[in-house]
């Protein structure tokens, strides 16, 4: 017996979830609300799902969704999503999603790039005001991780991430 994925327990930034993608014309996937419910529930999880079929957006719109539950602000919130993706190919495209839903939804928040090709400048930015979400290679995770401060990027942080399927 399939469970009941509706409603959410958090109705606004849900009901604002599914107005932005009827704004686009779209309609979600059962599967994108099944895993924005269990984010805002607290659980944790894997998507695995075809390349192009909207894994992106199953996974970034639960903190989004959280944080307008919260009340969200006028400023963007410091460093919330740590987002690893497993090729530097595939940042680009996660970065244009996050930051076209982000628009779409009118929130203030900033999405950073940290790969092997992010300039000194670029990464001295950031070190001087987080991205509410970053994106990031695991080989660049490891130099952030063993670079002098790092542990407070990553206090109030959620993680995503994304596989190659």
């Excluded at 790969?115 to 990031?136: I, Y």
């Amino acid at each position: 017996m399939k469970r009941d994925i509706f409603p959410s327990p958090l109705v606004e930034g849900r009901r604002r979830l599914e107005a932005w993608f009827a704004d686009n014309g779209w309609r979600a996937f059962d599967f994108q609300r099944e895993v924005w419910d269990a984010y805002l529930a607290g659980e944790s999880g894997l998507v695995h799902s075809a390349t192009g079929s909207g894994k992106t957006l199953a996974a970034w719109l639960g903190p989004l969704a959280e944080w307008m539950e919260e009340g969200g602000g006028r400023a963007a919130p410091a460093l919330r999503v740590l987002w690893i993706t497993p090729m530097r190919a595939l940042a680009g495209d996660t970065v244009g999603s996050m930051e076209k839903a982000v628009k779409g939804l009118g929130l203030p928040w900033m999405i950073g790039l940290r790969t092997g090709d992010t300039s000194s400048a670029e990464r001295a930015k950031q070190a001087r005001k987080l991205p509410s979400a970053l994106v990031t290679t695991p080989e660049s995770l490891s130099l952030i991780l063993r670079s002098c401060g790092w542990s407070s990027w990553t206090n109030g942080t959620s993680s995503s991430g994304t596989s190659a399927a």
